[in-house]
């Protein structure tokens, strides 16, 4: 399974952006969705993943209330919705998911993959 993340650019303090990121290949099932973040010289951190089995959604705290995780079921695709960016929200985002994938030989296995990371730049 690949995923294609887009959306990211460079704003002032106080703008919105949204991330996409739509899955490809043979998905059969997903269990989370999520996105994270990393700046240089720091590990990735969890920015907010979304639990397919009962719809939850968990952040970060320090995005809470600005950031939104969404799914659109019918493309398998993740989007986060950022609002009131501060410059500490400047990053490289990437987007995750986990789930089981279809095989050629008709089998299930599990998957995780990544997204190429989107570059997020808030600054005035």
């Known amino acids: 399974v690949q995923l294609q993340a887009s959306g990211g650019g460079s704003v002032q303090p106080g703008e919105s952006l949204r991330l996409s990121c739509r899955t490809s290949?043979?998905?059969?099932?997903?269990?989370?969705m999520g996105w994270y973040r990393q700046t240089p010289g720091q590990a990735r951190e969890l920015v907010a993943v979304?639990?397919?089995?009962?719809?939850?959604?968990n952040y970060t705290d320090s995005v809470k209330g600005r950031f939104t995780i969404e799914r659109e079921d019918g493309r398998n695709a993740v989007y986060l919705q950022m609002n009131s960016l501060k410059p500490e929200d400047t990053a490289v985002y990437y987007c995750?998911?986990?789930?089981?994938?279809?095989?050629?030989?008709?089998?299930?296995?599990?998957?995780?993959?990544w997204g190429r990371g989107t570059l997020v730049t808030v600054s005035s």
């Open positions: 995750h998911v986990n789930g089981r994938e279809k095989t050629a030989d008709w089998n299930l296995r599990d998957f995780s993959s």
């Open positions: 290949g043979s998905v059969f099932s997903i269990r989370d």
């Open positions: 979304l639990t397919t089995a009962d719809k939850s959604t």
